[in-house]
């Protein structure tokens, strides 16, 4: 049976240590972008922590959101890229072939989530990160859109792996950069189609909930809030 | 002073001696801009020559270093350029679209017009379709739009609106070209039987051997109708598919039905204000006070009012519907752009689409050539205006309140935007070198006795026979 790829972020687990951004840049290549572009709204991140208050001083609550592209099954941006740079791939991720980008970004204007990342000028790598850079995905220069993959070079590696060892996939075998390094277990990846896996089990909890799944996007990313779930009970 | 067509009938009765001299003086005023060159022209040439070259350098250090030279930012990660893109491919609706319909209505003042309406449309398409190639990351792969056959039997994307968009300009253009083209061509062989050299070589090819024969006015008027049809769902569906570059995505206040027609009936306005400027120009710069007359301006001011009433219309609809409907994600780009961060352009658009020209536009005795002038000028900068407050408030304030931005333009943006107006006005510059800027033979047409609408005979090069009567004269053409 063909994988489904999915993730599930525990909002009730989520500390906002960004660890996961960090493995993110690390494993995917993001360059940085320094100070000054940042602050202008260009800083590159497939995985980025959103924070909000709720409550006022001095008794605010702190919520931490990680927000990455939710691989959406009706995925806005892939329908307008006129060069077929955005694409879905079999396994239902939204691909994103960077030599094919001719940069008309219109994938991130469609996009609800804002979660594409633009190349407004070629990379950099401050000294030392230059040498760590991952050889399994490719550099993109300027012009190009990027975006989270659900770290596709460790999907297809562990696929080929098990293929050549005539098995199936098990779960748990991969994850993303980001499920591996969240130390407090918020971020879970595995196949949606495996009903036994614990992407599978933890997609169907009651606490539930896709971001902005009103907009009928599909997305493949599933939020855990126990706070909806009582406000739901409690109603 | 304007003849009145009892007037000129009566002229006609007479021997066809004055109309003869009409005709001789028609040639000889609309050539004159041709063959001498004013101290003036050759300023406007260089200044808007520099204009292009500032645009020029300016693309090419973002070439150089990266399209993160202008100010997009995500979430704005469409801005001047885009707005650019859609005000021009308006602007390009003044010609060819209104010099169809009023050909097609059997206009007859649309003569001294129709010419310098379609130029404009022809130069705004490649002004509007030189933008988005300048404004992609990476403007050299341009070209990976053209579905043509490869190697890596890759096709590209016909679900793109922007696909569309390519299409539907290129559709535009060449339409609009040969619609530009076709009433050239008896001006082109009137230029080569009165010039020498190098320019009679040029317009020997541009007349492409005309010479005036009944079967060759008979294809002309055959083709030109053709053409006014075809063009004018050609025209509308343009800006329709422009339109829905926007409507077609999800984004907050972009995702409407009644985008297309509201951005046709921007085009149209937008599209006459700048023909009613430009004749102001050529009229003033080329002396066609006898040609481009009040009537002309009054007429097309008439238009102007319905236009700017009906993009009033337009624009009211859609923002109480929005209002009315009162959902979270739309309303936060609602109040952005009426009331907090872009208030005072969204209210200084009113006033340039609305308050100031439809009093202009409404009382006769406003709706002069100075007039009309003032309320044109107004119209082109709040339609600008509003095809910046279409795109702008939508993207910087998309759903996720964290992902909220804001957009400012750099120098580079500025230059460009400056260069695409000066390489408008240099082009028109230049064409009016080349082309009588009103038709000549179409003029002439106007001089010829009522006689049913079919050409049987046509003596001379330029002087068809048998069409309509009407049109301003020369006023003093001697008796």
Redesign the interface.
């Given at each position: 049976m063909a994988h489904k790829w999915g993730l599930v972020v525990d909002l009730d687990r989520c500390t906002g240590c960004e660890a996961c951004v960090v493995a993110c840049h690390a494993e995917n290549n993001v360059p940085t972008v320094g100070k000054d572009q940042a602050a202008i709204g260009r800083a590159m991140q497939w995985i980025r922590v959103e924070r909000s208050w709720e409550g006022d001083f001095p008794n605010p609550k702190v919520r931490f959101q990680p927000v990455l592209c939710q691989q959406c099954d009706a995925a806005p941006c892939e329908a307008v890229c006129p060069t077929y740079a955005s694409y879905h791939t079999e396994e239902g991720l939204n691909g994103q072939a960077y030599n094919r980008c001719i940069g008309t970004r219109f994938c991130a204007n469609a996009c609800p989530y804002t979660v594409r990342s633009f190349n407004f000028f070629n990379p950099s790598w401050q000294k030392p990160l230059n040498l760590q850079l991952n050889p399994d995905v490719s550099v993109r220069s300027v012009g190009i859109m990027e975006k989270c993959t659900f770290c596709v070079q460790r999907i297809k590696s562990a696929e080929i792996q098990a293929e050549a060892e005539k098995r199936d996939l098990k779960d748990g075998e991969l994850t993303t950069a980001c499920a591996q390094s969240c130390a407090s277990k918020a971020l879970v990846f595995g196949d949606l189609n495996d009903p036994n896996s614990e992407v599978s089990r933890l997609a169907s909890s009651n606490r539930a909930a896709k971001l902005m799944g009103e907009l009928g996007t599909k997305p493949n990313v599933t939020y855990l809030d126990r706070g909806a779930w009582q406000d739901a009970k409690n109603s | 002073m304007q003849k009145t067509v009892e007037q000129i009938e009566q002229d006609l009765q007479r021997p066809t001696g004055r109309t003869q001299r009409a005709a001789e003086r028609i040639e000889q005023d609309l050539l004159r801009p041709i063959f001498t060159t004013s101290g003036k022209y050759k300023v406007a040439v260089a200044v808007s020559g520099l204009l292009v070259l500032a645009g020029v350098a300016a693309f090419g250090y973002q070439l150089y270093?990266?399209?993160?030279v202008w100010?997009?930012?995500?979430?704005?990660?469409?801005a001047f350029d885009i707005t650019n893109f859609v005000f021009w491919i308006g602007i390009s609706h003044a010609g060819t679209l209104i010099s169809a319909i009023l050909r097609l209505c059997n206009a007859t003042w649309r003569r001294p017009v129709t010419r310098c309406a379609e130029a404009i449309t022809v130069f705004s398409i490649v002004i509007g379709g030189l933008i988005?190639l300048c404004?992609?990351?990476?403007p050299w792969?341009?070209y990976?739009?053209i579905p043509y056959p490869n190697q890596r039997g890759?096709?590209?994307?016909f679900?793109?609106?922007?696909?569309w968009d390519?299409f539907a300009i290129l559709t535009y253009l060449t339409g609009s070209t040969t619609f530009l083209y076709l009433p050239t061509i008896p001006d082109f062989a009137a230029i080569r039987d009165a010039s020498t050299g190098f320019r009679k070589k040029i317009c020997r090819i541009l007349s492409l051997g005309w010479q005036g024969t009944p079967r060759q006015w008979q294809r002309l008027e055959i083709a030109m109708h053709i053409m006014a049809i075809a063009i004018v769902p050609v025209a509308v569906s343009v800006h329709t598919i422009v339109s829905w570059?926007f409507s077609?995505?999800?984004?907050p206040m972009w995702h409407s039905t009644i985008f297309g027609p509201y951005f046709v009936t921007g085009a149209i306005f937008s599209g006459i204000a700048a023909l009613i400027l430009a004749m102001a120009l050529l009229r003033h710069f080329l002396h066609l006070e006898q040609y481009l007359t009040p009537l002309h301006f009054n007429n097309l001011g008439k238009l102007l009012l319905t236009m700017s009433l009906l993009w009033f219309y337009f624009t009211f609809c859609e923002r109480l519907t929005t209002w009315y409907g009162n959902t979270p994600d739309e309303m936060a780009v609602f109040w952005q752009s009426i009331r907090l961060h872009f208030a005072p352009l969204f209210w200084t658009m009113v006033i340039c689409n609305l308050i100031i020209p439809v009093p202009i536009l409404s009382m006769k005795r406003f709706r002069t050539i100075t007039g009309t002038a003032i309320a044109s000028s107004t119209i082109i900068v709040g339609m600008w205006i509003e095809r910046f407050l279409i795109i702008v408030p939508a993207?910087d304030h998309?759903?996720?309140p964290?992902?909220w931005?804001?957009y400012r333009p750099t120098w580079v943006e500025d230059t460009l935007m400056a260069s695409s107006f000066g390489m408008m006005a240099l082009l028109y510059l230049l064409f009016s070198k080349a082309v009588p800027m009103i038709s000549i033979w179409e003029m002439k047409v106007g001089l010829q006795p009522h006689g049913g609408g079919i050409i049987t005979t046509a003596p001379a090069i330029a002087e068809p026979h048998g069409l309509v009567l009407e049109g301003p004269l020369p006023t003093d053409v001697p008796e």
């Open positions: - | 270093t990266g399209i993160g100010g997009i930012n995500s979430p704005v990660f469409w988005p404004h992609i990351g990476r792969l341009g990976w739009l890759i096709w590209p994307n679900r793109s609106p922007l696909l390519f570059d077609m995505t999800l984004v993207l998309k759903f996720l964290f992902s931005g804001v």
